[in-house]
Every structure is written in C-alpha cells, then in structure tokens.
C-alpha cells in the first residue's frame, strides 16, 4: 500500500495514481468499495418491509417504528456533505474507514438492540456511511487508471440503486427463515469485509484540499435538511396541513436560502454552491431527484399492489418473498445497464446515456399507468426500471465528475447524493399519501391509488427527460471543464469520443 503525500493542487491527479496503478490494485479497490456501497444501500431499504414485525417484536406501533427509517434519513442527510468535504480535506481513505467504522458499529448495535430507542441510535450511526458513495467516486477518480474510471463509477452508482432493491427483495425471507435481527447480522458481515479492506487494501488519496470545517454553514444546512426531511417523512401521519408540518417546511426552505448565501460569501464553503451554475452540475442534480423519486416511487408502488389479495380484483395475492422476487428483474437490468452505461460513458459521455434513463423510467411507469392487471407489465416495468435507474445514475456521477476539479469531487457528489435522499423522500411520502388517500372501506388500497401513482411517477420522469436534454454536450462539457479547472479527462473528444 503506497504512503500518500499530501497534494496542494486543487484540480490536478498525480500521474501515478491516474496511471501506474496495477489492474490487481485497482480490481481490489473496485471490490472493497463495492461491497462497501452496497452494505449502506441494502441497509436503507431492507428494515421499510420488516417495520411491522420490528415494531410488534420490540412492543411498539408501526407509526412509532418508522423512526427507525426517518432516523436513518436524517443521519444520512446531515452527515453526508460533512463527511465527503472532510474526505476531500484530509484524505479521503482515511474518513472512509472511520464512515464504515460507525456502520459497522451501528449495524451491530442494532442487531443487538433491546429496544427502540437504542435501534435509534443504531441507525443514527448507520446514517454517516451515506458518505460512503461519494468518498468511493473520489478514490476511484485519484486512484483509478483514467480508463477505467467512467466505468467504475457507472458501477459504483448503480450499486446504490441495486442495494436499495436487494433490501426490499431479501427482507421477507430473512425475517421469515431468521429474524428481523438478521436483517443487520448478514450485512455486518460485508461492511467487515469492506472495512478491512479499506484499511489494507486502499491507499491513501494524494487529492486534497487543505483548509477547516465550515461550521456556521454546516449547522445552517444541518438544521435545512432535518426540518425539510422530518417534515416529509411525518407529514402523512401529522397531516400535510398541520401546523408542525407547514412549520417545518418553512424553516427548513428559509435555511436552505440563508446557506446558499452564507456559502457564498464564506472563503472555505462546506459546498461551493458556484459549482450548482455549471450546466453539467444541477442538469445531474435534477435527474438525481426525479430519479430518487422514481425508485422510492417503484419500491413502495410494485411489491404492495403485488401483496394486495387477488379478491379484490387488482391484487395479485403474493407473499412478501414472492413479491421480492418478482423484482429480481429490476436488480439484474441495475447492474447490466450501469455497467454498460459506464462503458457508453467513456466514448459518447454521460448526456445520452442519462436521456436514455429519463426515457426508459417513464416508459416504465407508463406501461402499469395503462394497465397493470398482468404480471407481464409488472415484470417489463421493473425491467425499464432497472435499465433507467442503472443508466441514470451512472451517468449522473459521471457527468458530476467530468465538471468539477478532483479537489472537490467528494464535496459534489455528496450533495448530489443528499438531493437524491431528497427525492427519495419525497416520493416515498407522495406515493404513500396518494394510496393513502384513495382506499375502500375496509381500508385496502383502490385500483385508482396505484394508478394515479404510476401516472405521477411518469410525470416525474419527463422531468428527468427534460433535465438530460438540458445537459451539456461532450464538446460543451469539455470546455465547462477546462474552465472549471478540471484536468483530468483529456481522452474525452479522442476519436470514439464524438
């Protein structure tokens, strides 16, 4: 493992990590972060199935055991943008560790965890590995040969989505074969795994910028994103016209101003919101968002109408095992169409590749919006799923890293990754409000629910059509780059590269 050397460039990759790295070096890198993007992935979806059984195990309602979701969401959140700009301060291996450190002890925490209050914690602990994606994009990109970077980073990002659908596809059959326990056992073991090969495996990032914490602006943002995320995650159970709820909103957007300003005029900004005017920048953060929202949207819309009992006429009468298997397909196209999108990527750049998600996530939604009776059009829309989501973020990652300097690639992703909780979030508590709102008398969720569901996500879907269109083309994210100070993606526009 080579010793690291503190790099005063801000913009630059030392010519011996963009290309004397060993294939085997590299391969190991790819694989320990790997495993430790998908721990954090498979942890933020696996416990939504098991809420009920959690809940009646630990002698507590439902409604109460949701704060083991919203707990994690607002870790996450918070800590996310802190831990990747650390990461771009100090070194990027070395908050890496202390993140799947904190996993891996909230992960065994909670698997031990006698109570609610103590799982709280546990997964309070688990939030600080969301910066586990954005700090494993910043060490492929110093770390990596440059032509395995598109690729790797396609990977990396459809391995988040790919978690999030193995959680909901394996929570049913650990709890019924094991315990809910063992929903936090099993993956234990992979953050292990990936810990220990962080800290023997990965060498240190030489990319760094030097200077402090900004802490006026990362409690102004902290205090943003927990009103404005509380607020959605309770505001179905508050009512959205409650004055908590309405409350919360407010602060959360005045905070949210106050820090785009406070971090313009700061001279070491927690965010350098200046990067958010560059095209190829919030293009991505839009598609990030709807995207978000797309996946949540198809996490809680799929397995539930696949649940519902065949009598009423739109149920299709599946156990909580069978309705996770159905969505397999979904998890397959992930990794397929982010590799392939990693590869498209490094030849024609991430523009196309993000339309054809916009593209393929909308299709997806607009097949079960005009008829979702057969298990055929569930299959195929999880499919087109799959493909939109493995494609989209592949090349939303991709397009971040092309347009900012290496210094502060953690810091970008990471507020890209917070948007897409965001979005996760929101589309989350949308759909649920909208099945919710359209239930029989016996409490059951309507055919109509589900439709009107579909058709919003589709909705949601042109909005990252339209945002991809938006996106810069290889030429023009070529010269936004040079501008910004990015140096290293020269063999973008070589031939190939059209």
């Known amino acids: 493992m080579s ?7 801000t913009g630059s990759v030392p010519a011996q990590s963009a290309t004397g790295s060993p294939r085997g070096r590299s391969t190991a890198i790819i694989l320990f972060l790997s495993l430790g993007g998908l721990s954090f992935a498979v942890l933020q979806s696996l416990v939504a199935p098991a809420l009920g059984t959690i809940g009646g195990d630990l002698g507590v309602a439902t409604t109460d055991a949701s704060w083991v979701l919203t707990a994690y969401l ?23 560790i202390v993140v799947l450190a904190l996993l891996l002890v909230g992960t065994v925490l909670a698997a031990l965890a006698p109570n609610l209050g103590v799982l709280i914690v546990a997964r309070i602990l688990q939030g600080a590995a969301g910066a586990v994606m954005p700090l494993s994009i910043g060490i492929v990109r110093d770390e990596l040969p440059r032509e395995r970077v598109s690729v790797t980073i396609g990977l990396l990002s459809a391995i988040f989505g790919i978690g999030a659908g193995i959680g909901i596809v394996a929570a049913g059959p650990i709890v019924e074969a094991l315990s809910w326990h063992w929903l936090f056992w099993l993956p234990a073991v992979l953050v292990a795994i990936a810990l220990l090969g962080a800290i023997f495996g990965i060498p240190e990032s030489p990319v760094r910028t030097p200077g402090r914490l900004d802490l006026v602006g990362t409690a102004i943002l902290s205090v943003g994103l927990v009103a404005l995320l509380l607020a959605v995650s309770e505001g179905q159970k508050w009512g959205w016209g409650d004055g908590k709820t309405i409350g919360l909103i407010a602060l959360g957007a005045v905070a949210l101003v106050v820090f785009v300003l406070v971090e313009l005029r700061v001279k070491e900004p927690l965010i350098d919101v200046r990067l958010f005017a560059h095209r190829g920048v919030w293009t991505a953060h839009v598609v990030a968002l709807a995207f978000g ?17 065949t009598v009423l006429g739109y149920g299709f009468g599946m156990s909580v095992t069978g309705a996770g298997l159905l969505l397999l397909p979904t998890v397959v196209a992930m990794v397929v169409s982010g590799v392939v999108a990693g590869a498209l990527i490094r030849r024609i750049g991430p523009k196309i590749p993000m339309v054809v998600g916009g593209v393929a996530v909308t299709a997806a939604f607009l097949i079960p919006a005009l008829g979702h009776g057969e298990v055929w059009q569930i299959v195929l829309s999880g499919v087109l799923t799959g493909i939109g989501i493995g494609m989209a973020l592949a090349a939303t990652s991709n397009a971040i890293v092309e347009s900012v300097p290496a210094a502060q690639t953690s810091e970008a992703i ?54 991809a269109l938006f996106a810069p083309s290889l030429r023009a994210r070529r010269r936004e780059a040079r501008a910004a100070g990015v140096e290293d993606f020269e063999e973008l526009g070589k031939p190939g590269a059209a």
């Open 293 to 309: 929202f797309a996946m949540f949207g198809t996490f809680i819309l799929v397995p539930t109408l696949l649940q519902l009992p």
């Open 74 to 96: 607002l870790s996450a959140s918070v800590l996310t943008p802190i831990l990747g700009r650390l990461g771009d301060m100090v070194g990027k291996r070395r908050v890496i």
């Open 3 to 9: 010793v690291a050397t503190q790099s005063p460039s």
């Open 414 to 467: 990471s507020a890209n990754t917070v948007i897409r909780t965001v979005g996760s979030s929101v589309g989350t508590a949308v759909i649920a409000a909208l099945l919710a709102s359209n239930v029989s008398a016996q409490g059951a969720p309507l055919d109509e629910g589900f439709t009107v569901g579909f058709w919003v996500s589709a909705g949601v879907g042109v909005l990252a059509v339209l945002a």
